[in-house]
């Protein structure tokens, strides 16, 4: 997990450097890499100029920064991983935190809206992460998600640190958590050869500078497995907008 999300975002910063400014948005784009994808979600959570986004697990700041630039949103990105947050600074200028999402340091009702792309499949306490983000939600405001979901019982050629919830406890954990699914899709439709081919030439270049090193193999193994399970429809990709509830009461007698 460390060599994927804090090794890989330094080197594609730094390849995205050497390359040009209009590499950036498509290769920091880590769990997402789609336009369509994140147009989807801007649209579902309605954000416009001004809206407070709150990308929580924001990675190198790809979706932030493209949500930014087209709907004038004022993003805050918040990374636990140090290299991450100082890709995403350097590459966007965006305001980072450095914190796990586990304990969000915003006061609670301040967010818009809120972001959680690619994230949740590689947190196994999802429920205090979704609980957190609702927390600094304000009233009726929207979540954003991506989330790879599993077919069926959790698969032994999972990435290392990948927990894959089924459907059934995605909409429950998001019920507890006081969100109520509103709309959910798997099709928003291929990135075009424009930004296709800009991703993928940034990860040719990190892979041309880095392949020979330890976190480099361990990342390329983690995305062949994740690649895998997409393949043989083992897991699929979900965006998912939900918009804030009240948690469901919990009695004790
Ligand atoms: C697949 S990447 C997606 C990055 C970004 N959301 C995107 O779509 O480009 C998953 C990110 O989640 C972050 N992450 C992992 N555990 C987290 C946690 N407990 N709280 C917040 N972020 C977390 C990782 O460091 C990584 O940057």
Redesign the pocket.
């Known amino acids: 997990?460390v060599a994927e999300?804090?090794d890989v975002?330094g080197w594609t910063a730094d390849a995205v450097e050497q390359l040009g400014d209009r590499y950036a948005i498509p290769a920091?784009?880590?769990?997402?890499s789609s336009p369509a994808a994140l147009a989807w979600l801007a649209e579902a959570c309605e954000l416009s100029a001004g809206t407070r986004l709150l990308?929580?697990?924001?990675?190198?700041g790809?979706?932030a920064a493209w949500a930014a630039e087209r709907f004038g949103v004022r993003p805050l990105l918040?990374?636990?991983?140090q290299t991450?947050c100082r890709a995403a600074a350097r590459l966007f200028g965006l305001p980072v935190i450095t914190a796990?999402?586990?304990r969000i340091p915003l006061r609670t009702g301040s967010i818009d809206a809120a972001?959680?792309?690619?994230?949740l499949c590689?947190?196994e306490d999802k429920a205090v992460?979704l609980g957190e983000i609702h927390r600094v939600l304000r009233p009726g405001a929207s979540l954003g998600l991506?989330v790879a979901v599993a077919r069926g019982p959790a698969s032994q050629a999972a990435p290392d640190g990948n927990y894959f919830p089924t459907q059934r406890e995605l909409v429950s954990l998001l019920t507890r958590a006081g969100f109520r699914l509103t709309e959910q899709t798997n099709r928003p439709g291929d990135a075009p050869l424009s930004w296709s081919r800009r991703a993928e030439e940034v990860t040719a270049l990190v892979t041309a500078t880095h392949r020979a090193t330890r976190a480099y193999k361990l990342a390329a193994r983690q995305g062949r497995r994740l690649n895998h399970l997409l393949a043989t429809d083992q897991i699929s990709m979900q965006l998912i907008h939900a918009v804030v509830t009240e948690r469901e009461a919990v009695w004790s007698y």
């Open positions: 997990m999300f804090n975002a920091a784009c880590r769990g997402s990308d929580v697990g924001a990675g190198v790809g979706p918040l990374e636990p991983m991450a796990d999402g586990a972001w959680c792309l690619g994230v590689t947190v992460l991506l």
